[in-house]
């Protein structure tokens, strides 16, 4: 399969004779793709049943005709005044009582089910028309989940659905008050609908309140989504997509990933670098404009996995976003390696955002492939450069990785009900374990938590996991390669009870957590072999081998040949260490990179990536800062 581009497009903002100059011009640029009409609710439906599809008609008639295929938008992230004046109750409500107001965009409620009607209707009239349309070559639904922290909330509409989803799950008050331990604090029910959503309260809610209404929050997202993929397949065979995010855990993707065909995502590392990761000010200083040289390649091997194997990058940044606290350029060539990134691991196409920069409204800062006069932007070059490459390069594939981490949406929603840290979130940990990975040049596959075969993979990570699944376990004990657990893995109960005996539940190892600490950042716990744990510790007893040990004693790593428990956070330097030792005692070849070189390696192909702002040297070759390196294999 050959790798396409495509980009966002939105014609509604233009007038309409400029619509085939457009077209005419992507595809002069290589483009092959053009998604369309996942915010135009108020343009195809401008008053309740009253439809003007005449302009969208001739939309995909003149795209289509230029040849471009066309990945078309369900509307229902934006739905159009009139709605809320039909639904008032339809807003979210934030965790202080708040609506959240019309007048941007994800004004609406996951649990508010009428609307989730309204989304079913307009799915169901626009597969009717469009889809057996033969330009239309695959379906959006809505458009990023949980953008603007949208999926949690505190609404009538949802402590009532939260009531009910009590109901089904537990069965009775007594059941749900032994599972949350309400006996303390005399915090036990007599109904169910007594049960208030876990916020506003004196001080912290009970842990498993918090976690048993992220996880019904959740389930409200995969439903909402289920609904338009229902509707649409009653329609068209064309694949269907949704456009995941970066860092967000707050539903599970793994459980609305299976209601679609593809997974894509929204790729903006500048803007992650400045707002959503954690970094030393020389390190972002270091790749201010070239994004974390890590937080792409993690979310393809995510959403390559949520996808079944189908990724896409559905927006990719460009140039400068609108959005972030600092919002700076990328480094010339930053467009052209981030979309042979995403093609080295698994991505099938890579839809730039956007075609044109608007001159108007909350995105009018944020740049597109033109400028909003219509004059080439800088990506645009590069885009053509990336079609030019894809035309003379033969398909790379994608290959199974040596390496795997597993990484799981509950356990997120655990530590947050629970961080018993300031600094300890999920996320943060899976994304420190993968960074180990890459910087010792592995290609890593990122597993889902109830992963039944382990066999192939010669290295398995599992930090930070809740529970371990029936299914995982039995896999880790048939597993023949080296799995290392922790920290805090199999430690609690599903429902954040601390079991007895207390965990982890590991197969035919003898270990157990006894005492849990965290630490503040100025503080460190030193390893007797070097390097040290930050953040989070645990102490460790039982009968298995101790294979490391902190500088006072105490077990760092226990475990036997296959299966190991890391009792802390090891910094990068001792994650790095740690992931080298047991690579190369699985004979897997491990690269000492320097900082800012990533390699990936495809079934045909080793590509090399320079995040640096400066050359690096790989195997002999020069490497200009933001350059792509690629060699077969």
């Not at 995040?611 to 294999?633: C, F, K, M, S």
């Amino acid at each position: 399969m050959k790798r396409t581009l495509g980009v966002c497009y939105y014609p509604e903002h233009w007038p309409e004779d400029q619509w085939a100059k457009d077209a005419a011009r992507m595809v002069e640029t290589g483009l092959a793709w053009v998604r369309i009409g996942e915010f135009g609710w108020a343009r195809m439906e401008p008053a309740p049943g009253h439809f003007t599809w005449d302009w969208l008609d001739r939309a995909i008639d003149v795209l289509g005709s230029a040849g471009l295929k066309i990945i078309l938008g369900t509307p229902t992230a934006t739905p159009p005044r009139w709605m809320l004046d039909k639904h008032p109750e339809m807003l979210a409500v934030d965790a202080m009582g708040r609506p959240r107001k019309f007048g941007s965009r994800r004004h609406y409620d996951f649990s508010y089910l009428p609307y989730r009607d309204e989304c079913r209707r307009i799915a169901r009239i626009m597969g009717a028309r469009y889809g057996k349309n033969p330009h239309i070559a695959a379906w959006q639904i809505d458009n990023e989940y949980d953008c603007h922290d949208t999926t949690l909330s505190y609404s009538a509409a949802a402590r009532a659905g939260f009531q009910d989803w009590l109901a089904q799950t537990y069965q009775s008050t007594d059941a749900l008050n032994r599972a949350w331990g309400n006996v303390f604090w005399s915090m036990e029910y007599d109904s169910f609908d007594q049960i208030d959503l876990p916020n506003l309260t004196v001080t912290e809610p009970n842990h498993p309140h918090q976690l048993a209404f992220r996880r019904y929050s959740s389930d409200q997202v995969v439903a909402f989504n289920k609904v338009q993929a229902e509707e649409l397949r009653r329609h068209t065979d064309a694949p269907l997509i949704h456009n995941y995010m970066g860092r967000i855990t707050s539903f599970d993707h793994w459980k609305v990933g299976a209601d679609l065909d593809i997974a894509s995502w929204d790729s903006y590392p500048i803007g992650f670098l400045s707002d959503r990761l954690e970094g030393t000010p020389a390190f972002k200083q270091a790749f201010l404009r070239q994004g974390h040289p890590d937080m792409q390649a993690f979310h393809h091997d995510l959403y390559r996995a949520v996808g079944k194997g189908r990724l896409w990058v559905m927006e990719q940044q460009p140039g400068p976003v609108n959005w972030a606290p600092y919002n700076p350029a990328p480094l010339p060539g930053m467009a052209r390696l981030w979309a042979w990134e995403a093609f080295a691991h698994g991505a099938e196409t890579v839809c730039y955002f956007r075609w044109r920069q608007a001159p108007f409204a909350q995105e009018q800062m944020h740049a597109g492939l033109l400028r909003p006069d219509s004059a080439p932007a800088p990506a645009l070059a590069e885009a053509r450069q990336v079609a030019d490459e894809i035309a003379a390069l033969p398909d790379v594939g994608t290959a199974r990785a040596d390496a795997a981490l597993i990484f799981d949406y509950d356990s997120a929603w655990a530590w947050d009900a629970q961080p018993q840290g300031k600094d300890f979130e999920m996320f943060r940990l899976a994304f420190a374990a993968y960074g180990a990975l890459r910087r010792a040049g592995l290609n890593v596959d990122i597993l889902p938590p109830d992963t039944a075969d382990l066999q192939g993979y010669k290295l398995v990570l599992a930090p930070g996991i809740l529970r371990l699944s029936d299914t995982l376990r039995a896999a880790l004990a048939r597993f023949d390669g080296i799995a290392l657990l922790g920290p805090r893995t199999d430690t609690k109960t599903e429902e954040l009870s601390i079991p007895t005996p207390m965990g982890p539940d590991l197969p035919d190892l003898d270990i157990t957590v006894a005492l849990t600490e965290s630490m503040p950042p100025d503080d460190a716990i030193p390893l007797a072999n070097g390097g040290q744990f930050l953040h989070w510790f645990e102490h460790l007893e039982g009968g298995a081998e101790v294979l490391e040990q902190t500088a006072s004693g105490l077990p760092a790593i226990m475990g036997g040949p296959h299966l190991r428990y890391l009792a802390g956070w090891p910094d990068p330097a001792t994650f790095d260490r740690i992931i080298r030792d047991v690579a190369t005692a699985q004979g897997l070849g491990v690269h000492d990179l320097p900082d800012g070189l990533r390699i990936r390696d495809t079934a045909t192909h080793r590509f090399v990536f320079n995040y640096a702002p400066h050359p690096l040297t790989w195997n002999g070759t020069q490497i200009p800062p933001a350059g792509v390196h690629w060699e077969d294999r």
